[in-house]
């Protein structure tokens, strides 16, 4: 016998139900989704903004980040998406800073600030996460400056990455 109705009241939420027909209005996907990284070198001069060339996609749902050239993304899909930034520089030195900034359609959408600490020379890490609303056709860059007074090289593998998920509503 199919039932038609539930009431609130005849259900434990505690347990456990194993469903055989069709599911609908749950659920949904977090695509499109992707997350690039720097493999190769980078040299980024002392005081000036320069776009983070991320080269190597570990994951493009929808095959919409732009490796080759632009290095930037391109979510295809209208929607709310959250973003983050993560770049890392070796040897830091004393009151020194690091920004990170994320880019939308060229003009800056979100923007973090480390400085380095006193008597500490060592690797510092910058993060920028935001939650944005883009039309299918926005575009996102990742774009860093430092103030060391010497070209400086980024970390590479996961300590210079890019990523980006639609958020499920």
């Given at each position: 016998?199919?039932?038609d109705?539930i009431?609130?009241?005849?259900?434990?939420l505690?347990d456990?139900?194993?469903?055989?027909?069709?599911?609908?209005?749950?659920?949904?996907?977090?695509?499109?989704?992707?997350?690039?990284?720097?493999?190769?070198t980078?040299?980024?001069?002392?005081?000036t903004?320069?776009?983070?060339?991320?080269?190597s996609?570990?994951?493009?749902?929808?095959s919409?980040?732009?490796s080759?050239?632009?290095?930037?993304?391109?979510?295809?899909?209208?929607?709310?998406?959250?973003?983050?930034?993560?770049?890392?520089?070796?040897?830091?030195?004393?009151?020194?800073?690091?920004?990170?900034?994320?880019?939308?359609?060229?003009?800056?959408?979100?923007?973090?600030?480390?400085?380095?600490?006193?008597?500490?020379?060592?690797?510092?890490?910058?993060?920028?996460?935001?939650?944005?609303?883009?039309?299918?056709?926005?575009?996102?860059?990742?774009?860093?400056?430092?103030?060391?007074?010497?070209?400086?090289?980024l970390r590479?593998?996961?300590?210079?990455?890019?990523?980006?998920?639609?958020?499920i509503?």
């Amino acid at each position: 016998m199919a039932i038609d109705k539930i009431q609130s009241e005849s259900i434990n939420l505690a347990d456990n139900f194993a469903f055989t027909g069709t599911v609908s209005g749950a659920g949904g996907t977090n695509t499109p989704s992707f997350m690039v990284k720097q493999t190769g070198t980078q040299n980024i001069s002392s005081a000036t903004w320069t776009k983070v060339q991320f080269n190597s996609e570990v994951f493009d749902t929808n095959s919409t980040f732009d490796s080759s050239s632009n290095y930037r993304w391109t979510p295809g899909v209208a929607g709310k998406y959250f973003m983050y930034l993560g770049l890392t520089i070796d040897d830091l030195a004393d009151s020194k800073r690091i920004y990170t900034k994320v880019y939308k359609n060229g003009s800056g959408v979100a923007e973090s600030l480390t400085i380095s600490s006193s008597g500490r020379t060592a690797k510092y890490s910058n993060n920028t996460s935001f939650i944005d609303i883009a039309d299918a056709d926005d575009y996102y860059e990742g774009w860093i400056y430092h103030d060391i007074g010497s070209a400086e090289e980024l970390r590479t593998d996961y300590q210079t990455i890019f990523m980006g998920y639609k958020i499920i509503e």
